[in-house]
Every structure is written in C-alpha cells, then in structure tokens.
C-alpha cells in the first residue's frame, strides 16, 4: 500500500520556522513530482508547492515564493518545506501528494495520484 506521512508541524510564533517532512512508502519515490497543500478551515485547498522527479524544477504559489523551499531526498525517499518568516496566514494543515508532473499555476489537484494524512501547522502572534 502506498503511504505519505507528513511530520513536523506544530506551533509556532509569527516570523518563526518551521521544517514539514513526508516519507513515502510503497511506490518508487523517484518517478513521482512531489506537491505540498495546504486547508485553512472555511478555506479551499491550495498548492503551495511542487518539485519535479528528476530535475528538481520548483514551483511555488506566490504567497510562498521567498519565504519557503520545498526539496527532496530520492535516497531518503522524503520531501520537505522549510517554512520560513510564518504568519497567520500560513495556519493550516499540510498536506503532501505525490503526481505524476507538476501543475506550475498549481491551481487544482485533479492530477494527484496519492495524498497524506495532513500535519497541522498553527502560527501565533
């Protein structure tokens, strides 16, 4: 069975960091672009970020572009966001998917083939 187990989240004060991880189970890591989403209650999901299988080309929504940095250990068979400078608005559970490319407007997620469980992230001020 294939499992994406994301970790790292938790409470952090405004302008803190924060460090999520997803280690993949069951499918060949390196033949998948990985993506983070994110849900805000009363919000719609959003991408947040997508990293390519063998290029590591990147992508970011324009509310994480220069504050996050997705990555990936194909060895580790882990991805990871480094979050950086948080705000509220960052308050939500994560989510991390595996696809098959990336959607550079990351605008939907109808192209995802496996998700997580989600790991919450909540930011204070």
């Known amino acids: 069975v294939v499992q994406l187990v994301e970790s790292g989240g938790g409470l952090v004060q405004a302008g803190g960091s924060l460090r999520l991880s997803c280690t993949a189970s069951?499918?060949?890591?390196?033949?998948?672009?990985m993506n983070w989403f994110r849900q805000a209650p009363g919000k719609e999901r959003e991408g947040v970020s997508c990293?390519?299988?063998?290029?590591?080309?990147?992508y970011y929504a324009a509310s994480a572009k220069g504050r996050f940095t997705i990555s990936r250990d194909n060895v580790k068979n882990t991805l990871y966001l480094q979050m950086n400078s948080l705000n509220s608005e960052d308050s939500a559970t994560y989510y991390c998917?595996?696809?098959?490319?990336?959607?550079?407007?990351?605008?939907?997620?109808?192209?995802?083939?496996?998700w997580g469980q989600g790991t919450q992230v909540t930011v204070s001020s």
């Open positions: 069951g499918l060949s890591f390196d033949d998948y672009s």
């Open positions: 998917a595996a696809s098959i490319g990336c959607n550079p407007n990351l605008d939907g997620s109808r192209w995802v083939n496996y």
């Open positions: 990293i390519t299988r063998r290029t590591a080309t990147t």
